[in-house]
């Protein structure tokens, strides 16, 4: 550290979180392409007296409630990126937008199979030309939108920052912030919940229709409830995958086994150098931070530890504690 830099002065945590994420702008595009199909549908629905396309209406507004949600994780992730209250930056907003995304299709799997299983007691008529109609248009809508949503899963963009900030203890305590790395939109609980939604409605619009052309032309009614109670089985699998990922990120889950064992291996290749303690967790898509606590000998600075861990590009903040062999 240069002696004329000030040790109390409050160094930043954004870690890139300041920048519009790709799917942010996404999320965007597919909430028009709702909003707009749903005002369609209602407007038609009133018009021609439907209930079927005021009911896909309603149910296309309930989605971009659903987006709408994770287009507000994204922005205010970013607008409060620089927000020094949040510890490590706002990372973990997209974890958190994803995991009320989670919760939403939770709900959407619970009401699906509900009206599923009323529908097979309870068989009613069916319009099935109307119903095959809004299906069709459902599938055409939400199928765009899983391919916007989906360029995301491919897509990956990268920021560069470094910098660091050390502090001297009597047991050479060495805090050090600094990345260089690429942020992969596959972490990216937001976007992943954003996608399952949308995806949800096509596989129902998918069901829907095969369920509708059975009905219509080989008598087989009681194929609609059945395939949304299969829609409703496949939803609730999702919901809970991603239930699982996100709260592990919000409650400070260690990363993987193989993760961890690649920072011990980098660490422990500096002489005698030992890790008897690591602590390895996400705080946003794609980045980590690092605790550690390293025993070694007198001649292993803090400065040597820390060159080990450069090529370690997703770990944005470490914080080394180095102690010495008496």
């Not at 595009?29 to 749903?38: A, G, K």
């Not at 007691?121 to 030309?129: L, R, S």
């Amino acid at each position: 550290m240069h002696p004329d830099q000030d040790r109390t002065k409050p160094h930043p945590h954004v870690f890139g979180q300041d920048q519009r994420r790709e799917g942010e702008r996404l999320t965007l595009w597919v909430i028009l392409l709702t909003v707009t199909t749903m005002a369609v549908e209602i407007v038609a629905g009133l018009w021609t007296g439907s209930m079927a396309l005021l009911a896909d209406g309603l149910h296309m507004g309930s989605h971009t409630i659903a987006l709408g949600i994770n287009a507000l994780a994204y922005n205010y992730a970013r607008r409060q990126a620089n927000n020094p209250q949040f510890s490590f930056g706002t990372g973990k907003v997209n974890a958190l937008g994803g995991f009320v995304g989670a919760l939403l299709l939770a709900l959407f799997s619970l009401i699906m199979a509900i009206e599923s299983v009323e529908r097979l007691m309870n068989p009613t008529a069916i319009a099935f030309d109307y119903a095959i109609a809004v299906a069709v248009v459902g599938l055409l809508v939400n199928g765009a939108s899983v391919a916007i949503l989906g360029h995301g899963h491919t897509h990956s963009h990268s920021h560069s920052h470094s910098h660091s900030h050390d502090h001297d203890h009597d047991h050479d305590h060495d805090h050090d912030h600094d990345h260089d790395h690429d942020h992969d939109e596959d972490d990216d609980h937001n976007l992943r919940s954003a996608y399952l939604h949308v995806l949800a409605d096509a596989l129902t619009s998918v069901l829907a229709i095969f369920a509708l052309l059975a009905g219509k032309y080989m008598g087989l009614n009681w194929m609609d409830p059945i395939m949304g109670i299969v829609g409703a089985i496949l939803v609730a699998r999702w919901s809970v995958t991603l239930l699982k990922d996100t709260s592990a990120t919000l409650l400070d889950r260690q990363a993987p086994v193989a993760r961890r064992q690649q920072v011990t291996q980098a660490i422990e290749t500096v002489g005698d150098a030992r890790v008897v303690d690591l602590h390895l967790w996400s705080v946003g898509p794609g980045i980590w931070a690092l605790e550690l606590v390293v025993v070694a000998s007198q001649g292993i600075t803090a400065t040597d530890i820390r060159a080990r861990l450069r090529h370690q590009d997703a770990i944005v903040h470490s914080t080394i504690e180095l102690q010495h062999l008496s």
